[in-house]
């Protein structure tokens, strides 16, 4: 029918499934905390996902990595194949 149950490492669940009319979240809806935030994003771009370039109000990096400084984690976003925004981050 459609429905996707993705396994996540601790034990996890996620469920995904299909909506008619189906528009994309204009914010994230999903963060995948992640130990080491560069070799996540490294590993993700060599898979052939695009992280998300914004310049205001936040800046993010030439990889697409938004530095909390203090402020936040560490953080870097991607879009999913329905649009959805999703992200990794440093977990602290």
């Known amino acids: ?3 996707l ?3 996540l490492s601790g034990g996890g669940k996620i469920i995904a499934y299909p909506k008619p009319n189906h528009v994309p979240a ?3 809806i999903l963060n995948f905390p992640v130990p080491d935030l560069e070799k996540a994003v490294d590993e993700l771009t ?3 996902i695009t992280f998300e370039q914004y ?3 936040m800046k993010t990096d030439e990889k697409g990595i938004l530095r909390g400084q203090g402020h936040g984690p560490d953080i870097a ?3 999913d194949p329905a649009g959805n925004i999703l992200s990794v981050l440093h977990e602290s």
Do not use: E, S
Request: cysteine-free.
């Open 1 to 3: 029918m459609g429905i």
């Open 26 to 28: 204009t914010f994230t």
């Open 55 to 57: 310049d205001a109000p």
């Open 5 to 7: 149950t993705l396994h």
């Open 46 to 48: 060599k898979l052939g």
């Open 77 to 79: 976003w991607f879009k």
